[in-house]
């Protein structure tokens, strides 16, 4: 059962689970904004292509002809519909149609950062996807994406005009590294026997370094990763998560995560991220039933994570906290939530796995609670957001003026304006909550209008407008209602110029 699994993070003195929900209620507070972006669309991506697309196959259906048709291009490198990441490995997703029978072998070329790349598949009926994977891209440049489709070795259809397509992306070069430095922990001689330590731990490691780079919007040689195969041992007095009463041991923890990041950091000095792998069932023996993992805010760059050979989203999971990024489950609202599902289809490129959603098929965002057994992916929320976080800083740069992220929040920067508390997908705020929009804007013009429109339903409740200035900087927006905010589902559209940008959507729900 998903619902029994949980991460946990620690915050401060007060240590325990944090619930990836928040707060709300209905005042308002702005910030600035100038740049060009669509509008981002939270459902999931209808591969079947465009109205003309459909339209044509239908013309060449009901002419009787046998017309091979490229329906709709789509290149991403994690989660679809958002700007490509400098060197980060891209798929071109060809979505091809067929109306003659039986089958033809359908060769799709793509033109991609001054390359050519080819594949052919077999395809039948209105719709074969064709994935193309492209490599990272190697020019810092608007990138302008062709794609076109014919029959291997035969005559290429009845319309050869719907046989090409182009599509246009921006780019974006975070300025963020992550070292990661897996340490074994507390791994006696008999469980690294029971768990064929020697090689399992080493796949265990390359598995995460694969789902981070694939799951994280920043470049390949963004992320490093390395480890130990020498376990450290605790101490006694470094164990004990929870005392005879059941209740936190707050020096025991703090123990823990010391000794830890020390001991990691005498091997790998340069590490910006300690991953300690504890063996199978080690929270449950030392007082945290149910826990897979955790991160102590107060000990920065060092989480702790239990080995799961199924489970590669440990280092992903644990290290988005030290990014404000908080858990996606929430057990204080009865029925509890131990999920929050993905708002759009993406793509693990690394691992050649598509990640389709479907009224059918859910996944769950990698900072859900679960079981090591189930799969998770980024979602739309968090990927933006780190998108942001990791170009709004010095050194980020963007092809395009551009909006890269509108994150609900239950607090903000005072100075800076980014969000400091943050859980994506549908967050939950009380009623009496001060529910935080925080946008991400980079490389603006300045002067621009970047306003806030906010509804409960269809119904807009509140608006607020800021002036923006020229670069890259967070503006928020805040809603707030004294008396309390009624019940429902919420969602806050971002508008620059006059054209909407970004949809955040978000739940007004008491827990008492």
């Known amino acids: 059962m998903r619902g029994k699994w949980v991460r946990i993070i620690l915050w401060g003195a007060v240590i325990g689970v944090l ?79 067929y109306t003659g029978a039986g089958t033809v072998d359908a060769r799709v070329t793509v033109e991609f950062d001054g390359k050519t790349f ?22 810092f440049q608007t990138q302008t994406v062709t794609a076109r489709v014919e029959a291997a070795g035969e005559s290429s259809g009845d319309d050869p005009a719907n046989n090409s397509k182009s599509v246009t992306l921006e780019m974006v070069k975070p300025n963020e590294t992550i070292t990661a430095y897996f340490l074994p922990v507390d791994w006696t001689t008999e469980q690294r026997q029971r768990y064929n330590f020697a090689v399992s731990f080493p796949k265990f490691v390359q598995d995460n370094a ?7 919007p920043l470049s390949k040689d963004q992320i490093t990763v390395d480890f130990s195969s020498v376990p450290h041992m605790l ?142 992916w980024v979602d739309t929320r968090a990927y933006e957001y780190l998108t942001a976080k990791f170009t709004i800083q010095p050194g980020g740069q963007v092809t395009a003026p551009m909006i890269l992220a509108a994150t609900m929040a239950r607090q903000i920067d005072p100075d800076k304006n980014y969000p400091t508390e943050y859980s994506a997908g549908w967050q939950r705020y009380e009623p009496k909550q001060t529910v935080y929009v925080s946008v991400g804007a980079a490389d603006l013009r300045g002067g621009e209008t970047l306003e806030a429109r906010w509804f409960n339903g269809d119904q807009q409740v509140f608006k607020d407008a800021k002036t923006t200035q020229a670069g890259s900087a967070w503006y928020a927006f805040s809603l707030r209602n004294s008396n309390g905010m009624p019940e429902g589902n919420y969602h806050v559209d971002i508008y620059l110029d006059g054209k909407l940008v970004k949809t955040s959507k978000f739940e007004v729900k008491s827990s008492q």
């Open 118 to 139: 080819t594949e052919t598949k077999p395809v039948q009926g209105k719709q074969t996807v064709i994935d193309v994977f492209v490599g990272a891209p190697q020019n």
């Open 19 to 97: 619930f990836g929900c928040g707060a709300a209620q209905t005042t308002a507070s702005g910030v600035n904004a100038p740049a060009v972006v669509g509008a981002t669309s939270n459902k999931a991506i209808d591969l079947t292509g465009d109205a003309a697309a459909r339209k044509s196959s239908a013309v060449a259906q009901t002419q009787g002809g046998s017309d091979l048709s490229l329906d709709r291009v789509l290149v991403t490198q994690a989660v679809y519909d958002e700007p490509l990441i400098f060197n980060k490995d891209t798929v071109v997703r060809a979505v091809v149609g």
């Open 235 to 376: 101490s006694a007095n470094e164990k004990h998560l929870a005392n005879n009463q059941g209740d936190t041991d707050v020096v025991s923890q703090y123990l823990l995560y010391a000794t830890i990041s020390l001991a990691a950091r005498r091997l790998k000095p340069d590490a910006t991220l300690v991953v300690g792998v504890l063996p199978p069932g080690w929270f449950a023996a030392h007082g945290k039933r149910g826990a897979l993992g955790m991160a102590l805010r107060d000990v920065k760059g060092t989480v702790t994570g239990q080995y799961a050979v199924t489970d590669p989203t440990t280092s992903a999971h644990e290290l988005a906290h030290l990014y404000w990024l908080y858990e996606d489950y929430d057990y204080s609202i009865d029925p509890p939530r131990p999920f929050t599902w993905l708002d759009r289809s993406g793509y693990f490129v690394e691992a050649k796995l598509p990640e389709e959603i479907s009224p059918d098929k859910k996944i769950p965002t990698f900072l859900s609670s679960g079981a090591p057994d189930q799969a998770y």
């Open 210 to 216: 694969i789902y981070l780079r694939g799951a994280y």
